[in-house]
């Protein structure tokens, strides 16, 4: 079964400091993964995927994310945060059977 | 451009009382989500339906029933709603498992 693991639950970073999201997936093949953003009282946008080729992919609003096969890792990065940047993020995996699964979510808070 | 339409916005029921939560998408997807938020808990997948005349259970289906009416509208029913179901309900369509998720705006359901 797939299954996203998201071990932090908050984050506090100064603004301009360097931002890295840890998330850890279970799949048996070759997942899609995925990372998502969620502003306060709103729904999920995309801020970047991976399903096949460079393992390190880019996304919107500066983020990248590396896939690490070896240990099952998808790990969402910014190296400079902007207080625009505080939101929720999810990680998500999906599967050939169309499931997506995501994860319980990282807050990220940003100080001035 | 609509995207994925969700009705109500808002909805308070007493335990007991049934309801349909409407979904609707024009973007010609062939799969649909149904999740719900809860704090700390991320976004748990309640049924999907990766076609139209098909649906499959999630991470959390007990208490709902869904029906994909066709391609455009998924809709999720409670029959007997219990406080336990005070949540965050949030609808998805998506083309391809490897692409990107559309999300509803979201239906904040208080059960009490």
Known sequence: ?112 | NAGVTQTPKFQVLKTGQSMTLQCAQDMNHNSMYWYRQDPGMGLRLIYYSASEGTTDKGEVPNGYNVSRLNKREFSLRLESAAPSQTSVYFCASIALVNTEAFFGQGTRLTVV
């Open chain 1, 1 to 112: 079964a797939q299954s996203v693991t998201q071990p932090d639950i908050h984050i506090t970073v100064s603004e301009g400091a360097s931002l890295e999201l840890r998330c850890n997936y279970s799949y048996g093949a070759t997942p899609y993964l995925f990372w998502y953003v969620q502003s306060p009282g709103q729904g999920l946008q995309l801020l970047l995927k991976y399903f096949s080729g460079d393992t390190l992919v880019q996304g919107i609003k500066g983020f990248e994310a590396e896939f690490k096969r070896s240990q099952s890792s998808f790990n969402l990065r910014k190296p400079s945060v902007h207080w625009s940047d505080a939101a929720e993020y999810f990680c998500a995996v999906g599967a050939w059977t169309d499931k997506l699964i995501f994860g319980t979510g990282t807050r990220l808070q940003v100080f001035p």
